[in-house]
């Protein structure tokens, strides 16, 4: 069955950076764009970036640009997320997700077009 396993989520401090990665099992990577979102205590699943299946085209929520980068690797069936300069606001689960999609540049925004969910990993930015 489809897998996504999320890892790298941590504890550190304001201004710092993180890299979350995320392991596709079960399915034909290549046929899927892929996303990441977060959610916070008591607030809504939010976009965070998606990539196309090219990985040629990127796009991510505004509280993120410029901060964070998104990258795919077809070779290993995995997506990652940098994330540098950290702020507390940007503690959160974040969940790993891929859509079916036909056009290689699309970019999914939207979370319920995602068929598939990770677990989640927790990144906690400390002030």
């Known amino acids: 069955q489809v897998q996504l396993v999320e890892s790298g989520g941590g504890l550190v401090q304001a201004g710092g950076s993180l890299r979350l990665s995320c392991a596709a099992s079960?399915?034909?990577?290549?046929?899927?764009?892929m996303g990441w979102f977060r959610q916070a205590p008591g607030k809504e699943r939010e976009f965070v970036a998606g990539?196309?299946?090219?990985?040629?085209?990127?796009y991510y929520g505004d509280s993120v640009k410029g901060r964070f980068t998104i990258s795919r690797d077809d070779a290993k069936n995995t997506v990652a997320l940098q994330m540098s300069s950290l702020e507390p606001e940007d503690t959160a689960v974040y969940y790993c997700?891929?859509?079916?999609?036909?056009?290689?540049?699309?970019?999914?925004?939207?979370?319920?077009?995602?068929?598939?969910w990770g677990q989640g990993t927790q990144a906690t930015v400390s002030s």
């Open positions: 990539i196309s299946r090219s990985g040629g085209s990127t």
């Open positions: 079960g399915l034909t990577f290549s046929l899927y764009a």
């Open positions: 997700a891929a859509a079916m999609v036909g056009p290689r540049g699309v970019v999914v925004t939207t979370p319920n077009r995602y068929e598939h």
